[in-house]
T-cell receptor, first 115, second 114 residues
Framework: AQSVTQLDSHVSVSEGTPVLLRCNYSSSYSPSLFWYVQHPNKGLQLLLKYTSAATLVKGINGFEAEFKKSETSFHLTKPSAHMSDAAEYFC?????????????FGTGTRLLVSP | DGGITQSPKYLFRKEGQNVTLSCEQNLNHDAMYWYRQDPGQGLRLIYYSQIVNDFQKGDIAEGYSVSREKKESFPLTVTSAQKNPTAFYLCASNLKAGSNQPQHFGDGTRLSIL
């Protein structure tokens, strides 16, 4: 069975400093992994995806994530936080289950950015 | 621009009442999904549909019903049997159910009890 653990419920950074949001996954086979961002009262927007190609994945808005199989991790990073990055972030593992894509969501990490 | 439209944005339900949440997509996607989001939790799958006139229960289908009469539309009914309906409901779609293509999400409907 697939599962996702987001290690921090809240992360606080100052504008202009690096961002690290941590995610560990469990999967019985090679997974597809995604990071989504959610702003208040909005739907989820895809930041980036890993589907067994390059282990370093670049996404939108300067975010990137590195797939590390040995550590079962898929941490999200950004070199310099912007105020507009304040939102909730979800790490998601995809399992193809009986012919449909079942997404397993982490519980989310709220990113707070201070001036 | 293509996307997913959910309506209404806010909805209030009285005791014993059924309410229907609308989800329309113009992405020409075969697969559509309904999720429920509660504070401090990830999204949980209510129902999904791989193709028109077909749908399957997800992890928390009790108290909900759906239909898929058109490719573009996947409405969700929250019935009176759902005792704790207060949540944020998200509709999603992707091209094919059996692919690992990302799901696209609407902006959600927030349902509250009066």
């Amino acid at each position: 069975a697939q599962s996702v653990t987001q290690l921090d419920s809240h992360v606080s950074v100052s504008e202009g400093t690096p961002v690290l949001l941590r995610c560990n996954y469990s999967s019985s086979y090679s997974p597809s992994l995604f990071w989504y961002v959610q702003h208040p009262n909005k739907g989820l927007q895809l930041l980036l995806k890993y589907t067994s190609a390059a282990t370093l994945v670049k996404g939108i808005n300067g975010f990137e994530a590195e797939f590390k199989k040995s550590e079962t991790s898929f941490h999200l990073t950004k070199p310099s936080a912007h105020m507009s990055d304040a939102a909730e972030y979800f790490c998601v593992v995809s399992a193809l289950n009986t012919g449909f894509q079942k997404l397993v969501f982490g519980t989310g990490t709220r990113l707070l950015v201070s001036p | 621009d293509g996307g997913i439209t959910q309506s209404p944005k806010y909805l209030f339900r009285k005791e014993g009442q059924n309410v229907t949440l609308s989800c329309e997509q113009n992405l020409n996607h075969d697969a559509m999904y309904w999720y429920r989001q509660d504070p401090g939790q990830g999204l949980r799958l209510i129902y999904y549909s791989q193709i028109v006139n077909d749908f399957q229960k997800g992890d928390i289908a009790e108290g909900y019903s759906v239909s898929r009469e058109k490719k573009e539309s996947f409405p969700l009914t929250v019935t009176s049997a759902q005792k704790n309906p207060t949540a944020f409901y998200l509709c999603a779609s992707n091209l094919k159910a059996g692919s690992n293509q990302p799901q696209h999400f609407g902006d959600g409907t927030r349902l509250s009890i009066l």
